[in-house]
């Protein structure tokens, strides 16, 4: 008998494989895979200032047989204030979207921090970086120092499965980004009045 997981996100139901993984003594994270597949962060920059808003692209590659996913982030660290979820979405027009064009039903839960997307039939090898949403992350006004973006461990919200509800294994790669105040302009770089 085939699992399914049924997510309900914004009045949408998305059913995606369920990933079924025992783990030792009820961790919530899994070892690490001996696999090249990765799940990994991209940030569009590395350093911004309190305030700010960055980006962070969320990528797979050396995947066979996908047919659904989910990915949630937390951002830790930092010598204080925080970076924030502000927003999450799913570019389904971009070329290098992992689906393409193939018939899906992607879905945001800004509740929960997460981002899926199931195809109807079918799956897709990765072998290059292929995108799969983006998080929108905002540096609180008293946020300092280097923030790890990483995605969440547990292997209930951050997945990927096969056609047949099988779990992938994948290795997952977080980014970091700097929040620092912006220097003050040199006298010789103040636009003159």
Do not use: H
Request: glycine residues 6%; positive net charge.
């Amino acid at each position: 008998m085939r699992k399914v997981m049924v997510l309900l996100v914004a009045g949408m139901v998305v059913a995606c494989a369920a990933p079924s993984l025992a783990l030792a003594d009820g961790a919530k994270t899994a070892p690490v895979p001996a696999t090249d597949a990765t799940m990994s962060l991209k940030p569009s920059q590395a350093t911004v200032s309190p305030g700010d808003v960055v980006t962070v692209e969320v990528l797979v590659n050396n995947i066979k047989g996908l047919a659904c996913y989910q990915a949630a982030v937390k951002a830790v660290g930092g010598e204080k204030g925080k970076l924030s979820v502000e927003d999450i979405i799913i570019d389904t027009a971009r070329a290098d979207y992992v689906f393409g064009k193939a018939q899906k039903l992607p879905a945001t839960d800004k509740v929960g921090l997460r981002a899926g997307c199931t195809l109807w039939e079918g799956s897709v090898d990765v072998s290059k970086p292929a995108y799969l949403a983006t998080f929108k992350l905002r540096a609180s006004e008293d946020a300092k120092g280097v923030f790890e973006i990483a995605l969440k461990a547990d292997p209930e919200v951050t997945f990927l499965t096969d056609r047949d509800v099988k779990k992938i294994a994948f290795n997952k790669v977080a980014a970091k980004v700097t929040v620092e105040q912006k220097s003050p302009l040199r006298s010789t770089e103040r636009k003159a009045g």
